[in-house]
Nanobody
């Protein structure tokens, strides 16, 4: 089993900043990918930013330049810094890992951006 603890969401004004943090525990001895997805109301879940096992990152074109992903001091922690927030960034942000070819997501943390 995989357990997620996500934190850092909340209500922020446009132009502001938020940092999301995730700690993953459980069957995490072989994490191939760790990062974040998001799902806005009425929309499908989409990749935001992930870090692959080799250290490379995949970042959605729509957020490049404003979103920064980094791994914590341990391999099972990841944070996402979001700058210059826009109302379109309003969504539930899900921590994600891929391990042994299987994808897992946390329960999500809400980020609401007001104009």
């Amino acid at each position: 089993q995989v357990h997620f603890v996500e934190s850092g969401g909340g209500s922020v004004q446009a132009g502001g900043f938020v940092r999301l943090f995730c700690v993953v525990s459980g069957s995490t001895s072989d994490i191939n990918r760790i990062g974040w997805y998001r799902q806005a109301p009425g929309m499908e879940r989409e990749l935001v930013a992930v870090i692959n096992s080799g250290g490379t990152t995949n970042v959605a074109d729509s957020v490049k330049g404003r979103f920064s992903i980094s791994r914590g001091n341990t391999q099972n922690t990841v944070s996402l810094e979001i700058y210059s927030l826009k109302p379109d960034d309003t969504a539930v942000y899900f921590c994600h890992i891929r391990t042994q070819g299987v994808d897992f997501w946390g329960q999500g943390t809400q980020v609401t951006v007001s104009s």
